[in-house]
């Protein structure tokens, strides 16, 4: 069963940038299709941005333009660079296959406030 670590997160002022990154055991990275999510307040989780192991990236419109998801293969870790951070990326945030194979990590806080 593979296991997902998130890492990265912080506190940050708005307009700020961080980078997140998701290390992977027991699954190879440049496998498959891989995703970050975020948790609502509601306790759901919403893909906000997906790479295919072609290298097409998609994002939730709240995100695109100012995320960039990136692969790094040799390490097999997924990437998730953030810039222009708003208020509301407060959030929990987490790696995973787009249909949610693996069980969650714990996640990665990301906190924007002045």
């Known amino acids: 069963q593979a296991r997902l670590v998130e890492s990265g997160g912080g506190l940050v002022q708005p307009g700020g940038s961080l980078t997140l990154s998701c290390a992977a055991s027991?699954?190879?990275?440049?496998?498959?299709?891989m995703a970050w999510f975020r948790k609502t307040p509601e306790g759901q989780y919403t893909m906000i941005a997906q790479t295919n192991s072609a290298g097409w990236n998609t994002y939730d419109a709240s995100v695109e333009g100012r995320f960039t998801i990136s692969r790094d293969v040799r390490q097999n870790r997924i990437n998730l660079q953030m810039r222009d951070l708003r208020f509301g990326d407060t959030a929990l945030y987490y790696c995973n296959t787009p249909g949610r194979r693996f069980p969650w990590g714990q996640g990665t806080q990301v906190t924007v406030s002045w």
């Open positions: 027991g699954w190879v990275i440049g496998a498959g299709d």
